[in-house]
């Protein structure tokens, strides 16, 4: 009996958004910019401009990174008003979850990761509570302008 196999291509971004595997998040992983946003968003949505304040890394590299994560699904977006806001997908997968565990645990250790997360405290403190984390007071940067 002979069996025949019917292989069908799929583009690469319709297997992506039907599924996260464990290649997708480790190619998620293999870059230190893309941890150190994932780590940011481990402790809750932010928007692009206070991703770029806390990396010291341009708007440009910042958003490229952003993309790359929304596309292999492991961030997610909402506008509000003239911000993008970033958070980690509602629903992680057990991969994912695993993974962002062991980066927040790793990430203690590091001496970056650390100064990133000090960032955050200070930006959310200036806000003040029950404020947005999203652009309610202007930054040093943005008053330069």
């Known amino acids: 009996m002979e069996h025949k196999i019917l292989l069908r291509y799929i583009p690469y971004k319709e297997y992506n958004a039907n599924r996260m595997d464990l290649v997708a998040i480790y190619e998620c992983l ?3 910019t893309r941890l150190r946003i994932l780590n ?4 809750g949505p932010l928007c692009v ?12 590299k910042v958003s490229k990174h952003l993309s790359y994560l929304k596309s292999h699904g492991l961030v997610s977006v ?3 008003a003239n911000w993008r806001i970033y958070s980690l997908v509602e629903r992680p997968n057990r991969a994912l979850k695993i993974n962002l565990a062991c ?3 790793c990430s203690a250790e590091d001496r970056t ?3 990133d997360l000090g960032k955050l405290s200070a930006l959310r403190r200036s806000f003040g509570v029950g404020a947005p984390v999203c652009c ?3 930054t040093a940067r943005s008053m330069r302008s």
Request: proline fraction near 3%; charged fraction near 30%; aromatic fraction near 4%.
């Open 103 to 105: 980066l927040q645990d």
């Open 136 to 138: 309610t007071k202007p």
């Open 40 to 43: 940011l968003l481990c402790r």
């Open 49 to 60: 401009c206070h991703i770029q304040e806390i990396l010291g890394e341009s708007q440009v």
């Open 78 to 80: 909402r506008q509000e």
């Open 113 to 115: 990761f650390r100064s």
């Open 30 to 32: 293999c870059d230190r």
